[in-house]
């Protein structure tokens, strides 16, 4: 069954394309907007738009949506390498490996640490779409270290009550290309999808608030040691911010980093690491915290950045 919306074009969206602007006005991505608008389902002021067209404040829009997917399944499979650091009646805290997601979605096949803790029979809460149940915050597949999953309702609610009001304590250890100037500071700079490639993020004016606070730990003749705090959490978010200071995390291919060194290190994925987690404990609002020991392949890294200086 198809959704057919009718809204007139905000304001905000007056002169973008409506690829860019639906996408915004919706909630999807601009390759999904850009099929519907091929295939002939939006309609401004009686004419079918192209994915091009300009909008205009006030222009009525009529979008037939696709029917929705299959919901995705979520199915039990170990997980080699998820480690439990912390277990109660409320909370189960994990250490996640590289190539592992969050949970389930479209088109991921891979392992996921959802489906890794039910294969271990760790009940978690039944709050949120049903692939994803208990996950109050997520790392990305190539990202590894200290993630939280929530196992009752109430803990479900306080946690994710405590991540949009950013009261939790998110540290992160990366190795970026090159020497930060200065050592220590703030990069506040809005994120929003990238303009031309639907599976990249960038900093755009008009995106939302982002702020990252990081500190050079250890420099190396091509790289440094940077510890980061996270004062948003937006997707990508280290990762974009270090790119437009033209320091992208080692390793990180998709955001510009040096091929060459990240073969010499041995590394396929980005040089990214969530090293602690801290948080109000959500029975008793004791501050608890966690921390993760780098994987095999980020210590060999930095160990050959030591080697190499």
Partial sequence: MTDLRTLPVPDGLDGMRVDAGLSKLLGLSRTVVAAIAE???VVIDGRPADKSDRLVAGSVL???LPAPDRPVELVPVPVDGLRVLFEDDDIVVVDKPVGVAAHPSPGWTGPTVIGGLAAAGTRVSTSGA???QGVVHRLDVGTT???VVAKSEHAYTVLKRAFKERTVDKTYHAIVQGHPDPSAGTIDAPIDRHPKHDYKFAVVASGRPSVTHYEVLEMFRAASLVKVKLETGRTHQIRVH???LRHPCVGDLTYGADPVLAKRLGLTRQWLHARALGFEHPADGRWVEFTSEYPADLAAS????????
Avoid: K, N, Y
Wanted: hydrophobic share 50%.
């Fill in 39 to 41: 295939a002939g389902d």
């Fill in 62 to 64: 009529e979008v037939t």
């Fill in 130 to 132: 049903a692939e994803r």
């Fill in 145 to 147: 270290g200290v993630m």
């Fill in 242 to 244: 270090f790119s437009a």
């Fill in 302 to 309: 930095l160990a050959g950045l030591r080697a190499e200086s």
